[in-house]
């Protein structure tokens, strides 16, 4: 088993700090929801695990060593990233954005390979979007852009994943898929790390729950015993009803149901 | 086409010559006019291969900045190097160097002046989007060294020194020697091949900084390496033919529209489009009229309505 852990972290901009004291840890074979309001830092926080950004104090470390003793193609052959925007300026066909989460895989000098082809049709095939394989990516909706996202990170072949709202700006069936998909890695063994708007998902995933609130890593546990109506109150300032949908029901979990 | 546009380009000018004597000429040895060996040989082709390296990588360096900046409307001035090159070259002519030294000074300014923007931007940029930064940097050392150049054109002599700034400024191949391209092939292969070598990675670079990182690829130092080979490449090539724009920004743009943005594809795809497009402005260049048409003009001329053409050709394909 692998960990990604954070120790005494202080993170944020120089002469800025946006985020104190975390201690957190994130295993392989689980999934942790970071929730919080716009601004709150959740972006911030996965800048700081993926290296991009330098932690002002405290530590970082993937499997006991500081990531900054990590060089770059060895730390993205563990950990996978899939942000939350994206601009592309040039027209990458999907098969050459999915080839590029084989990067950390070759040479310094290297291009992608028929072993490396192979890997990416078979991403393309588990989620379901072989049929995008000659498109533009450009031209693709914002779901398929994700979904072909997703194949990239796979193709990474990471133990750990790092989500950015992967469900921003999808449709609510396309938002299910990507949930069901996260479900599916976890059984895979990843290690997931996903910032999400909505507290469902949550509890879609049976997922742990890190609650990131003024500056700090308010609350953390599972997702059953921390999402209540009160913090729900707290961290987005409207009144929600958590209420179990019941045991006969076929979705027998909690869920969040706010009072308009 | 390459070899048929320079074959073609062999036969023209003022010594007539078809292409089946120059195809006898070439595989037999055997000529049918005793001036035929030197028109060819001392002429026209170090005039013809100085057009296709000179095109083909000002288009490579011009490809790998667009992928490196993620912008497909930049090209090898972006840091400077012309302004800069133009600069040295005109402050040599204005002291009187000799040809290999207004050389020396347009390649050694040119690559000053990148250096400089990398370094302000360094200096100010530190908590900065580094690429915007890096831009902003280039364009103040670019305005800087402009500024130099018309300083120069102003002091020169009226006469004799300024007709010469002025010349140079336009670029030209007319007096490109095999000398020449011996000294400076070397230096443009030296940072041809890493670029090709880093061709995938420039590919990975287009999703930006923090994925590209993400996706395992150094950034910082992939930017610095291919900063410094295209501007290599680019001072080495401006300083034997003066400054030469609109071909770096064009021809990728045309590469891209018959290849596609994979660097593996584009970057032999813009060297062969860059050459082919060279010399058969060049030809235009030196044989439309009696008088030679200066380079720089006849590529604006032809260059900026071709753009115009890219474009509205690529909006329907929306890169």
């Known amino acids: 088993m692998m960990k990604l852990e954070i120790k005494d972290g202080v993170f944020g901009y120089p002469n800025k700090a946006i985020l104190s004291d975390i201690n957190f840890e994130l295993n392989t074979g689980e999934i942790v929801c970071v929730l919080g309001k716009n601004g709150a830092g959740k972006t911030t926080l996965f800048k700081s695990m993926l290296g991009v950004l330098k932690p002002l104090s405290g530590s970082i470390l993937l499997n006991g060593k500081p990531i900054e003793h990590w060089n770059r193609p060895q730390f993205a052959r563990l950990v996978g990233y899939i942000p939350q925007a994206r601009s592309l300026p040039f027209p990458f066909t999907v098969m050459d954005v999915v080839l590029f989460g084989r990067t950390a895989h070759m040479s310094a000098f290297g291009s992608p390979g028929k072993k490396d082809r192979i890997l990416a049709e078979e991403c393309l095939e588990l989620l379901n979007i072989t049929h995008l394989k000659n498109r533009t990516f450009t031209q693709l909706s914002g779901g398929e852009q994700q979904l072909v996202i997703i194949a990239r990170a796979l193709a990474q072949q990471p133990s750990f994943l790092v989500m950015d709202e992967p469900t921003s700006s999808l449709d609510f069936g396309n938002q299910i898929k990507i949930i069901r998909q996260v479900n599916a890695l976890r059984n895979n063994s990843l290690g997931i790390i996903m910032a999400t708007h909505s507290p469902d998902h949550a509890f879609m995933c049976d997922a742990r729950v890190a609650i990131v609130h003024e500056g700090k890593m308010w609350k953390t546990g599972n997702a059953n015993d921390i999402i209540s109506e009160e913090i729900l109150k707290e961290v987005y300032g409207v009144d929600v009803k958590v209420r179990s949908l019941g045991d006969k029901s076929e979705c027998n979990r909690l869920v969040c149901v706010p009072t308009v | ?319």
């Open chain 2, 1 to 319: 086409m390459l070899i048929a546009s320079v074959l073609f380009s062999a036969c023209l000018g003022r010594y007539p010559l078809s292409v089946s004597d120059l195809l006898r000429y070439l595989f037999s040895g055997q000529s049918i006019d005793a001036a035929l060996p030197t028109v060819l040989l001392n002429v026209r082709l170090p005039r013809i291969v100085g057009a296709v390296i000179v095109g083909g990588v000002l288009a490579i360096a011009g490809a790998a900045y667009q992928g490196l900046f993620r912008n497909p409307m930049v090209s090898p001035d972006i840091l400077g190097v012309s302004s800069g090159a133009g600069f040295g070259a005109s402050l040599a002519i204005t002291l009187s160097f000799s040809l290999l030294g207004i050389q020396l000074m347009a390649f050694s300014f040119g690559l000053l002046s990148v250096f400089l923007a990398l370094f302000v931007s360094r200096i100010i940029g530190k908590n900065h989007d580094k690429i915007l930064m890096l831009v902003l940097s280039g364009m103040v050392t670019g305005a800087i060294f402009n500024a130099l150049i018309s300083l120069m054109k102003y002091i020169a002599d009226s006469d004799t020194k300024l007709p010469d700034i002025t010349f140079w400024l336009m670029g030209s191949l007319s007096s490109i020697t095999f000398d020449e391209l011996k000294v400076v092939l070397p230096l443009v292969l030296l940072g041809t091949v890493p670029i090709f070598l880093l061709g995938w990675k420039l590919n990975v670079l287009s999703f930006g900084d923090e994925e590209a990182k993400a996706l395992g690829v150094n950034t910082g130092r992939l930017r610095v390496i291919v900063i410094c080979c295209a501007s290599l490449i680019t001072a080495s090539v401006v300083c034997i033919a003066g400054l030469i724009g609109w071909v770096g920004l064009i021809v990728p743009h045309f590469a891209r529209f018959l290849v596609g943005p994979n660097h593996k594809y584009l970057l032999p795809a813009s060297f062969f489009s860059g050459s082919i497009f060279m010399l058969l402005v060049d030809d235009v260049a030196r044989s439309a009229t009696s008088l030679e048409i200066p380079l720089g003009i006849l590529i604006s001329l032809i260059g900026a309505p071709l753009f115009l053409v890219f474009l509205s050709k690529s909006t329907k394909k929306s890169w």
